[in-house]
């Protein structure tokens, strides 16, 4: 039983525009939210993480935004680059404890 | 400041052999996360370790898979004769003693079973 959701599996983007993912929860005791972007061949890499006690979260070109009552988390990469190409991988956890991860998706992005 | 450590790196091992995956966590991190990857697949939590103690080890195999992480060195994922459903990347994170929910990865052991 999967208890975080990602979609989509796979999405392609042109070069400039915004990338778009989406992770859903069911256990309302989780209490952090990270992403993280892996490259073949390489371990998981923290982007950017979230506590439910806010909405939007924003670094950089990266953006989280968090919809409590929906139980769901959104990654958004404005102006995406060919280096963003990478499979995303959203997590969940109660407090420090063992996450959860999404299926993941891969971002390719088109020059 | 090093992040976490894994070794080796790759790792073949035939059919009946054992398998011991090593993982050195960031420096000042006490708590050890194993997790495997199956091709095309996201992380699935196998254990979870502090210095001495397992916490968690709900998402381990019943049989042959077990971890530690002593007081002294590396932790240490041991997989006995091994079989080819075990070929999968193992990854290894570690988090801080206190305060802090990240947890950091390192570049994984890629076993192959033949």
């Known amino acids: 039983q999967q208890q975080v959701k990602q979609s989509p599996q796979s999405l392609i983007v042109q070069k400039g525009g915004i990338s778009i993912i989406n992770c859903a929860y069911e256990?309302?005791?989780?209490?952090?939210f990270p992403w993280y972007q892996q490259f073949p061949g390489k371990g998981p890499a923290l982007l950017i993480a979230?506590?439910?006690?806010?909405s939007e979260k924003k670094e950089g070109r990266f953006t989280i935004s968090f919809n409590k009552s929906a139980k769901q988390f959104s990654l958004h990469i404005m102006d995406s680059q060919p280096g963003d190409s990478a499979t995303y991988f959203c997590a969940a956890s109660i407090s420090n404890y063992k996450l959860s991860f999404g299926a993941g998706t891969t971002v390719t992005v088109r020059a | 400041n090093a992040g976490v450590m894994q070794n080796p790196r790759h790792l073949v091992r035939r059919r009946g052999q054992e398998a011991r995956l090593r993982c050195s966590p960031m420096?000042?991190?006490?708590?050890v996360y194993w997790y495997r990857q199956l091709p095309e697949e996201g992380l699935k939590f196998m254990v979870y370790l502090q210095k001495e103690n397992i916490i968690d080890e709900s998402g381990m195999p019943k049989e042959r898979f077990s971890a530690e992480f002593p007081k002294e060195g590396p932790s240490i994922l041991r997989i006995q004769q091994v079989v080819r459903g075990d070929s999968a990347a193992y990854f290894c994170?570690?988090?801080?003693?206190?305060?802090?929910?990240?947890?950091?990865f390192g570049p994984g052991t890629r076993l192959t079973v033949t």
């Open positions: 256990n309302t005791a989780f209490d952090y």
């Open positions: 420096k000042g991190h006490s708590h």
């Open positions: 994170a570690s988090s801080p003693s206190t305060g802090g929910y990240e947890q950091y």
């Open positions: 979230i506590r439910p006690d806010v």
